[in-house]
């Protein structure tokens, strides 16, 4: 049997639609930093244009699960969050959110599942063809902290004592 990583890091994106870039951006920019700071081994980093079923085979077995996206509505400069399996898988097998997944994990896996956060940056344009934009990248740069933070101590209670200090804060203006 392989050994896991106890850290599985999930993000979702489309670097050629502007903002939605965000997500594999911070992915590849915790990618260098846990090289750099000796604590790649500890985490497995996944990125895709979408979640899909087969994703929640990523999640079997890990202690914490990282759910990293861009979100139109999100408020500024991001969200953190935990999240749960909620029961409801959908009709078809693409694009599913964070907690369908928790749930198709349930129903495949007897083992529990791993402690599960969110964190959904503020993206203002998605554009195909488009950049991120300066507001967009204002707000990633803000999650790249606290992702710092997650990773440097990855462990559930730690992770949660952060969701109480990142509540919403106020959105900002579009670029």
């Known amino acids: ?34 090289l750099a700071t000796g604590l790649a081994g500890r985490h497995e980093l996944i990125g895709d244009f979408q979640w899909q079923i087969e994703h929640a085979l990523d999640l079997a077995g890990r202690e914490l699960a ?20 909620n029961g409801h898988v959908g009709p078809g097998s693409h694009a599913l959110s964070p907690a369908a997944l928790l749930s198709v994990l349930a129903r495949i896996s007897s083992d529990p599942p791993p402690a599960a956060f969110v964190l959904a940056v503020r993206g203002e344009r998605f554009e195909l063809g488009a950049a991120p934009c300066c507001r967009a990248l204002a707000h990633a740069e803000a999650a790249f902290a606290l992702l710092q933070n997650l990773c440097g101590a990855a462990s559930a209670a730690h992770w949660q004592t952060l969701v109480q200090r990142h509540a919403p804060q106020s959105a900002g203006a579009a670029c």
Do not use: K, Y
């Open 66 to 85: 990282l759910f990293i996206d861009a979100g139109a509505m999100t408020p500024a400069p991001f969200v953190f969050e935990p999240v749960q399996a």
């Open 1 to 34: 049997m392989v050994t896991r990583a106890p850290v599985v890091v999930l993000a979702c994106g489309n670097p050629s639609r502007g903002d939605d870039a965000l997500g594999p951006l911070l992915l590849e920019r915790l990618h260098a930093w846990l």
